[in-house]
């Protein structure tokens, strides 16, 4: 299979050409004419297949403001709607693969009421996407460890049984312990050689000090380039050298940042995390579901975010956004054969666009979706 | 004319007569079956049309960092790719009306470069877009008047040859003298008998010390309810006594806020305005030009926006965003006739929703737009 005439991230016009679902080779295109863009296939850093109403009717959120009401009444409407992981899952996957996201990281509740049964869900979806969609999922304790007996059990079962990933969830603010709370996460990650990715909406000096307990551990089990800190809110609170200090260290212990861009708060900064050393990369979190009815599966859209976020407005520096759902992901997630390049995966979106900044700032359906060498979706199929 | 079988934001299902451009009355549906979603016409509450590239082959932005090199970037490139006010202008209001978008205030700008030649463009288009959209026109000092000849006489023109509102921007930052600059403002404002909108993007206490001397202006002129502060990051920047000093401040003199939400800071608190009775509504800024190349035509897109920036979720909060874009932006910019009323013009949008958060989450085009009595657009025409 050849894919003529496009432009890699906006460079010249060349074929590529795809053998056995990888990139065997590009060669300068013989056509005339203006040549639409070329982007690697789009990732979704962070995600909750199991608790999105996608595809749903639509859904009256008249929960309360808690975050006790919140996590209560998802497991109430959960119950009165009839929600399905695996069929939730499938519609937001699909989505998203239309939108041109071909690789996606979501976290799955591990709780007294769902027990394994997310996971199970979750993991036969995994199965079913095989060769159009790779998925990593993320043993996520949404209610806490320590303070919910049979959780610390169903986590070491999620990761046997083939999570790709171990959760967490704010050590302090859930389960009131944070030594014990990342004893765990630690210690289940290390018993199954499994990375990490801890949700930690912690804020200011909280935040922090988590952030120093995951680092510590990162580096005294050797999972550099292992752990994700997912949100990580502290690094949009604190400032100056405090700032600079936490993320030489987490440079230091190669511990990525996933943000979710809220345009609510403050979140870590990208260009002095960059300048640091420190891996930065954008996922939705949740999305039209009974947390947040906001967000949607499309990565470009995403990125298009994390350019408001951060005031990127120079072509140049709206591409550093596209990194964002795409090489950044790929490395801190751990995404192998990821990109532009012979040999990697032929995992492409092919889009209407003259510059990366155009792809994302319109946001144009793509003309066409390739995963695994297969065309799977766009305009144009 | 009879516009079937809608349920006005999200209520009973109703038939609307109309006759004249006017809503005439409402009577009970006869037909069975789901009914689309009726809102009044939306409103962009601050927008410039002279400056959007909107409509345009993708422009590379490759401005410099600070204020001046956007200031100057604008006037080269407007001469180096030909732009034009009314062209341009048109494309966006098109646009925007294709979105549902019936009311609109635009900036434009008045400097040394363009004098009245904007101003001119965008009166021709206002007179071209009557009976379908409603322009209002902002005599807008973008280089500042003090520092620039000339510029306190061509707006003192623009008023007298049609603008329907004096402008101004931040009396101190700009024109480094904020009691000459708002007098020069005030002064020209009451000799037409025009209403004030000021862009105000100073920060923390010399924002706050600026509003404080509009706002004394305001009372002192009695044009309460006559002047809208557009951005006021301030508000943003300081807490608890004193945002609720100003808050009351504003308040006593019927200033509103305009609030392009900016995901990246803090902007002026929606439901604090609301509860001390400041009118806070939205508008886009800049859409896709040489100072930006974000945001969209798109009103439910904005309040949107709105939602995210001040973590609305709940439908009946989500149903506040809307409000930013409708009634708030009417009360403010003093948009006449306006609402799903007897006797209001027949400015109105049929969604594909099932309530107003679904409108502004989902952001589906637009039935049919019908302004001034007429439909003018909507993927059933």
């Given amino acids: 299979m050849i894919l003529e005439h496009v432009r890699p991230m906006g460079g010249a016009a060349v074929d590529v050409h795809i053998a056995e679902g990888r990139i065997s080779g590009f060669t300068p295109s013989t056509r005339e004419g203006p040549a639409p863009l070329l982007l690697p296939g789009l990732i979704e850093g962070h995600c909750h297949l199991d608790k999105t109403l996608w595809g749903r009717p639509w859904w009256r959120n008249e929960v309360g403001p808690s975050l006790l009401d919140r996590i209560n009444n998802e497991k109430a409407t959960r119950r009165a709607i009839g929600m399905d992981a695996a069929r939730e899952g499938r519609a937001l996957c699909l989505a998203h693969l239309a939108a041109g996201t071909t690789r996606l990281r979501s976290h799955v509740d591990i709780d007294e009421e769902s027990r394994l049964s997310h996971v199970e869900k979750l993991l036969a979806l995994r199965e079913e996407m095989n060769g159009v969609m790779e998925i990593q999922l993320v043993a996520f304790p949404q209610s806490g460890i320590c303070r919910m007996p049979g959780v610390e059990e169903w986590l070491d079962e999620a990761l046997r049984i083939g999570c790709d990933v171990m959760g967490g969830l704010d050590p302090s603010l859930i389960d009131r312990d ?21 949700h930690l909406h912690e804020a200011g000096e909280l935040g922090a000090f988590s952030m120093e307990l ?122 192998a054969d990821y990109g532009l390049a012979v040999g990697a995966r032929a995992d492409l979106v092919v889009v209407d666009a003259a510059t990366v900044a155009e792809a994302v700032i319109t946001r144009f359906a793509p003309l066409k979706v390739i995963s695994h060498g297969i065309v799977v979706g766009g305009a144009g199929t």
């Fill in 214 to 335: 995951i680092a510590e551990r990162t580096r005294a089990l050797g999972m550099q380039g292992r752990v994700v800190i997912s949100h990580g809110f502290s690094l949009g609170d604190v400032t100056g050298a405090r700032l600079d200090g936490l993320l030489a260290m987490l440079a230091e212990a190669e511990v990525a940042i996933c943000t979710s861009v809220p345009p609510s708060r403050a979140v870590p900064p990208l260009k002095r995390a960059r300048e640091l050393g420190v891996t930065l990369f954008a996922g939705n979190d949740n999305i039209r579901d009974t947390w947040s009815p906001h967000n949607a599966p499309d990565m470009l859209a995403r990125a298009a975010m994390v350019a408001l976020k951060y005031e990127l407005r120079r072509d140049e520096d709206v591409a550093l956004a596209l990194d964002c759902v795409t090489v950044e992901s790929a490395r801190a997630c751990g995404f």
């Fill in 178 to 198: 944070p030594v014990r709370h990342l004893d765990i996460v630690f210690k289940l990650a290390a018993r199954h050689g499994k990375p990490v990715d801890i």
